[in-house]
């Protein structure tokens, strides 16, 4: 793939995500965030990308479980989306802030009931005694708010990484993949450096 021509990775970022649409079998906007710990261990997991532009990349959680308070923590995250079908990878690190309340709101009520009552009848990361327990808090939950009108917990919002780097990893022969980075710079981003695989 020839990438220099580009200068920005945004657009590149779209055509990869578009891609993918057509023809990942699950969630192509699945993408893993890596954190560290108070003790700096590293944590990985799978969220849904649920926007992004020129600002950044969001994902929402419940900011007391453990991957909300270790971005709270040190206000960064890296990120990997990993397309099988297409052979390709994208990986981005930066720092994080907290989407607004409008945001986080919109795309709260955007959900389906059930998962905004989720969102308070989870006490997340943390232990459970049984499943029960959480469909009976489910349960109690519902019927404290219904299925309409559900506030947002103010526990529960999004996070946006802002990339300081994007790097672009495709397949290759014989294990020669083509892997280029991008990084922030003051006036844009620098042009692509590419990297051995």
């Not at 020129?54 to 308070?69: C, I, L, Q």
Request: proline content about 7%; charged content about 30%.
């Amino acid at each position: 793939m020839d990438f220099t021509t580009r200068t920005d990775p945004l657009p590149l970022f779209d055509e990869w995500l578009n891609e993918a649409v057509e023809s990942e079998p699950n969630d192509p906007n699945a993408m893993a965030v890596a954190t560290v710990d108070e003790a700096g261990m590293p944590n990985v997991r799978m969220v849904l990308l649920k926007g992004h532009d020129e600002r950044g990349f969001v994902f929402y959680t419940n900011f007391e479980g453990k991957k909300g308070g270790e971005v709270l923590a040190s206000r960064k995250a890296g990120l990997l989306f990993h397309w099988k079908s297409r052979r390709r990878q994208i990986r981005i690190r930066g720092p994080v802030e907290i989407v607004s309340d409008a945001e986080a709101d919109a795309y709260y009520n955007s959900r389906h009931p059930q998962s905004r009552l989720g969102a308070w009848a989870s006490d997340q990361s943390r232990p459970l005694a049984n499943r029960q327990t959480l469909v009976d808090k489910l349960a109690e939950t519902e019927a404290k708010y219904g299925t309409e009108n559900i506030p947002r917990p103010p526990h529960w919002s999004g996070f946006r990484v802002m990339p300081e780097t994007i790097e672009f990893w495709q397949d290759g022969d014989h294990r020669l993949h083509d892997r280029v980075v991008f990084t922030r710079e003051e006036d844009g981003w620098s042009l692509p450096e590419r990297l051995y695989p």
